[in-house]
């Protein structure tokens, strides 16, 4: 069965540093999403893409955050200048299309620590 | 500030019977809702999605959904240990096709 791939699975990552996180989202899916869960609370969107641009953000994804599509399989999230409240478990998603009968399959998701 | 409520649980039932989680929301314009399980530490995994009143069921899922009272919920039939885990809702709002707002999640636990 298809899924959504996740890349590395924990990241540890000093104050200030850049992190790229990595997605491979299911090949015939053409919307590719990022949420993030913070320990204990919960999960939270960050930005869904399409035609390598961004379609919506939310309040969360500022000029830290960027998105981009490199390749025809991977859609990466870079953090510029991480903080240490951006330690959170960061999920990819993916559908075939947005709308309400299109389901957004998750990937295992990225551990990023920041010390 | 369009919000998903849960009950966070925890829910307690035996091997054998009925789960009933519920979750409502404050958006009058949400259009679809989906229904997540969460293994501790792992990823959301989609058990499935209602968008009209009445029921949908799926093996031993049932999702319900009641736009006029802004409720939904999921009905785990013969309930099993391995449906141990934190139960998400997550709702689509009018007006945006991509933006999932999730619920806090529910826990069930199921005793052998």
């Known amino acids: 069965e298809p899924e959504v791939t996740q890349t590395p699975s924990h990241q540890v990552t000093q104050m200030g540093q850049e992190v790229i996180l990595r997605c491979v989202p299911i090949s015939n899916h053409l919307y590719f999403y990022w949420y993030r869960q913070i320990l204990g609370q919960k999960v939270e969107f960050l930005v869904s893409?399409?035609?390598?641009?961004?379609?919506?953000k939310s309040e969360i994804f500022d000029d830290q955050f960027s998105v981009e599509r490199p390749d025809g399989s991977n859609f990466t999230l870079k953090i510029r200048s991480t903080k240490l409240e951006d330690s959170a478990m960061y999920f990819c998603?993916?559908?075939?299309?947005?709308?309400?009968?299109?389901?957004?399959?998750f990937g295992p998701g990225t551990r990023l620590t920041v010390t | 500030q369009k919000e998903v409520e849960q009950n966070s649980g925890p829910l307690s039932v035996p091997e054998g019977a009925i789960a009933s989680l519920n979750c409502t929301y404050s958006?009058?314009?949400?259009?679809?809702f989906f229904w997540y399980r969460q293994y501790s530490g792992k990823s959301p995994e989609l058990i499935m999605f209602i968008y009209s009143n009445g029921d949908k069921e799926d093996g031993r899922f049932t999702a319900q959904l009641n736009k006029a009272s802004q409720y939904v919920s999921l009905l785990i039939r013969d309930s099993q240990p391995s449906d141990s885990a934190t139960y998400l809702c997550?709702?689509?709002?009018?007006?945006?096709?991509?933006?999932?707002?999730f619920g806090k999640g529910t826990l069930l636990t199921v005793n052998p």
């Open positions: 997550a709702v689509l709002h009018l007006g945006s096709n991509y933006k999932l707002t």
């Open positions: 893409f399409y035609n390598n641009e961004i379609s919506e």
């Open positions: 998603a993916s559908s075939e299309s947005p709308g309400q009968v299109y389901e957004q399959y």
């Open positions: 958006d009058r314009g949400s259009q679809s």
